[in-house]
């Protein structure tokens, strides 16, 4: 992401009945933050993770954002093949 920015996230809905599959899709630039107080927070919210990994993460941590971008909803019922022309929410 430091070579190249550009990124689409997807969040999903995991729906027991697949037709039911709905994502939000966020795409856009990555702003990486440096905010000391922020990176902390996020190190503090997941602290699991270092059980899991045997070490603390906090060091390989890099927290970054989509400050501008596009987004938009897509679901498996009515969305296939027409990702061009849904409606995109611009930010």
Not at 12 to 36: S, W
Not at 55 to 68: D, G
């Amino acid at each position: 992401m430091h070579h190249n920015p550009n990124v689409e996230v997807c969040f999903y809905n995991n729906p027991k009945d697949i037709m039911e599959a709905c994502e939000l899709r966020v795409a856009g630039q990555t702003e990486f933050i440096h905010d000391q107080a922020i990176i902390d927070k996020a190190c503090e919210g997941r602290k699991y993770l270092d059980d899991l990994a045997g070490l603390s993460l906090k060091p390989y941590l890099e927290v970054f954002r989509i400050a501008h971008g596009d987004a938009h909803f897509w679901n498996l019922e009515s969305d296939v093949l027409r990702e061009k022309i849904l409606d995109r929410i611009r930010f």
